[in-house]
């Protein structure tokens, strides 16, 4: 069956109006709803602008963008409770004195009774395994900590739309990798569509559907494998392929054959690799 179109964008074209060029030009792009698509592209591609039309930040010269078929509203008149954001600085997150706080705020304007809100705010820091730090100062948290608590902040409200925008970049790889696998369970379990723009080819390899965007336009989209895999292509819109696909690559041009499939995972690329032994 045909997935329902959750995000459309119709011919948008945007410029900022300092800039004598559009960053964005004729976009036309469907989402569906409950896929987790990632936007790849070298810097000043556009992509946190594109995030920035989406929530409402910034509007676009033409075309239109709808979510479920409504129009994106400027964020100025309404901020819109289908969609969360969460950005790639932990520290200009923070509006609460606690985390608890923090939390509470973002489920301000539904006029929650007191043990309702804090059975909420538990409730959604219990979802990245941050309940035990509910009264500390955002202060006292490591920055995927904090990321953690800005994704429990966002996911209270229970968004159907979650745009991520470069949120694991300030953090360490066990940070890293935390936040990473969390935010795709609650992705699988809330159902959450999800667009996410990263710098890294590794975390683009767990999406539904990747997105090149280079000079203002969507360059290349398709599945993982089909976009990430092509090294020479990725190369000349500035971005590097996943390390499996170059070493799959690599080992080409050693004369081993390892398939797509065969490097799928790493785990994968290590059984190939033990089975490539024996002709070593
Ligand atoms: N508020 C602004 N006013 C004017 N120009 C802007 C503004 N924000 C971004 N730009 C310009 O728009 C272009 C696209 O910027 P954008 O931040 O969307 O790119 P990006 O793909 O997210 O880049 P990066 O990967 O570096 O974060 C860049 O040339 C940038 O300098």
Avoid: C
């Amino acid at each position: 069956m045909e997935k329902q179109v959750e995000i459309e964008f119709e011919h948008v074209q945007f410029q900022y109006r300092n800039q004598d060029t559009p960053v964005l030009q004729a976009i036309n792009w469907q989402i569906p709803t409950g896929s987790w698509v990632s936007l790849l592209g070298n810097n000043g591609s556009g992509k946190s602008t594109l995030l920035k039309l989406l929530v409402g930040l910034e509007r676009p010269q033409s075309g239109t963008i709808t979510i479920n078929g409504q129009p994106v509203q400027p964020i100025t008149q309404s901020v819109n409770p289908t969609v969360g954001m969460v950005f790639q600085d932990p520290d200009n997150q923070f509006v609460g004195a606690t985390v608890a706080d923090d939390v509470a705020f973002g489920l301000a304007n539904q006029d929650l009774e007191q043990t309702e809100l804090q059975r909420r705010v538990r409730a959604a820091l219990q979802l990245v395994d941050m309940e035990t730090v509910l009264d500390r100062a955002p202060d006292q948290l490591s920055g995927g900590q904090k990321q953690r608590v800005a994704v429990a902040s966002v996911m209270a409200r229970r968004p159907a739309v979650l745009l991520l925008d470069e949120v694991t970049s300030m953090l360490d790889p066990q940070g890293r990798q935390e936040l990473v696998t969390q935010l795709h369970q609650l992705h699988r379990q809330f159902g959450t569509t999800v667009l996410e723009v990263t710098h890294q080819p590794n975390e683009a390899m767990l999406a539904d559907e990747v997105v090149v965007l280079h000079d203002g336009k969507i360059a290349r989209q398709g599945t993982p494998a089909a976009v990430l895999s092509q090294s020479e292509q990725l190369a000349d819109w500035g971005l590097q392929a996943p390390l499996l696909y170059r070493l799959r690559t690599w080992l080409a041009t050693q004369g081993y054959s390892v398939s797509e499939q065969q490097a799928a995972t790493s785990a994968d690329l290590r059984d190939a690799l033990w089975q490539l032994k024996s002709k070593i």
